[in-house]
């Protein structure tokens, strides 16, 4: 499994807005990378996803405009731009990988979690 070390949380004024960094313990160019969260009482969600190339994303609909996933395979890290963020953007935010040539989404498609990182937003 790949060890993934999210980064980049914090508080923000709504309007705001932070990039997440997720390191890869290892080289990730066969990997489809993601990112999820998890608001207090809520079941965790999907954010963003890209294949393993960059050549494909997803994005949940509460952040399309917003949010921009990006990857470097040359530093093993994954990317989650967040602008204009709102407050019920506020959760933890998992970063997740699964060695696949495909594009996926679903929480059970991924193998390889790291321990997140919080983003609070107030108003």
């Known amino acids: 499994q790949v060890q993934l070390v999210e980064s980049g949380g914090g508080l923000v004024q709504a309007g705001g807005s932070l990039r997440l960094s997720c390191a890869a313990s290892?080289?990730?160019?066969?990997?489809?990378m993601g990112w999820f969260r998890q608001a207090p009482g809520k079941e965790r969600q999907f954010v963003a996803s890209?294949?393993?190339?960059?050549?494909?994303?997803r994005y949940a609909d509460s952040v399309k405009g917003r949010f921009t996933i990006s990857r470097d395979n040359g530093k093993n890290t994954v990317y989650l731009q967040m602008n204009n963020l709102k407050p019920e953007d506020t959760a933890l935010y998992y970063c997740?990988?699964?060695?696949?040539?495909?594009?996926?989404?679903?929480?059970?498609?991924?193998?390889?979690w790291g321990q997140g990182t919080h983003v609070t937003v107030s108003s």
């Open positions: 997740a990988a699964q060695k696949t040539l495909y594009t996926v989404q679903a929480s059970a498609d991924f193998g390889s």
């Open positions: 290892t080289r990730t160019d066969r990997y489809a």
């Open positions: 890209i294949n393993w190339i960059g050549a494909s994303t």
